[in-house]
């Protein structure tokens, strides 16, 4: 990714910089470092436009949260080196050595790099980030296991295999262990300004600080981390308690 004349080049060019959320296909570019991206043939010039999956490295063209879910891989060279991945089990970045060439896309050059990459995937119960097995022990049944990559309870056929512990009878009883009760998932959204030219002073809630900061919405569009008063955010976001309808009675007021 270069960034010139407040352009983006390479196969980022479609990223804005004005986000907190980057696009998902220029995720992975973003953060190799550069002897990584000549290792896997990455065009180094800034007439390198094609979709990142076009270069064929393992993990390109998956959602985010999808990259930071994939299994730490040291690679196939003997050059290591120190990288950061992130642990889906105890859902941290954590430092790995990476061998210079080969494995995944869930691989980063510093853990704050790391940490930028995956922070949006929520906290949730331990038995809740483990993934699904799906070996055959017994007589097959079809439960629920809570997906880290959707944040939603998924129907699955089980095998019967006693070790499975991401599972449950039905969607609710997965939903109400695993799922945050803490705050409405809009939440979660990044800040969108919207789509139109007026200049107001709103409020959204930034997951990075846990805090609610103003910040300026041009009148339409944009998503529903949106607060016209500051103490309307912070009930909702920061306590973890609302009224939904009452607080839009109040802002339409």
Wanted: hydrophobic residues 30%; glycine residues 8%; positive net charge.
């Amino acid at each position: 990714m270069f960034i010139a004349n407040n352009r983006l080049f390479g196969c980022c060019y479609k990223l804005s910089r004005d986000t907190e959320q980057p696009q998902v296909l220029c995720l992975e570019l973003a953060y190799f470092p550069s002897d990584t991206k000549a290792l896997w043939g990455i065009p180094d010039s800034r007439e390198a436009v094609q979709p990142c999956r076009q270069w064929g490295i393992p993990g390109l063209g998956r959602s985010r949260a999808e990259i930071c879910l994939l299994p730490p891989e040291p690679g196939l060279c003997q050059d290591p080196v120190t990288r950061y991945y992130y642990d889906r089990y105890t859902q941290t970045c954590r430092a790995f050595r990476f061998g210079g060439c080969g494995g995944n896309a869930n691989q980063f050059a510093t853990w704050e790099a790391c940490d930028e990459a995956c922070w949006m995937i929520r906290e949730v119960p331990k038995i809740c980030r483990f993934e699904v097995s799906k070996n055959k022990c017994g007589k097959s049944s079809a439960e629920y296991f809570f997906d880290l990559k959707t944040m939603r309870c998924e129907k699955f056929t089980t095998g019967g295999c006693p070790y499975n512990m991401n599972r449950f009878p039905d969607e609710a009883s997965c939903m109400n262990f695993c799922a945050s009760k803490k705050m409405p998932s809009f939440c979660y959204s990044p800040r969108d300004g919207g789509s139109c030219f007026a200049n107001e002073t709103r409020y959204y809630f930034n997951m990075r600080r846990k805090a609610c900061e103003d910040f300026n919405y041009t009148g339409c569009g944009g998503n529903d981390n949106n607060f016209s008063y500051l103490k309307d955010c912070q009930r909702v976001c920061e306590k973890g308690t609302y009224d939904f309808e009452k607080i839009v009675d109040s802002q339409k007021g």
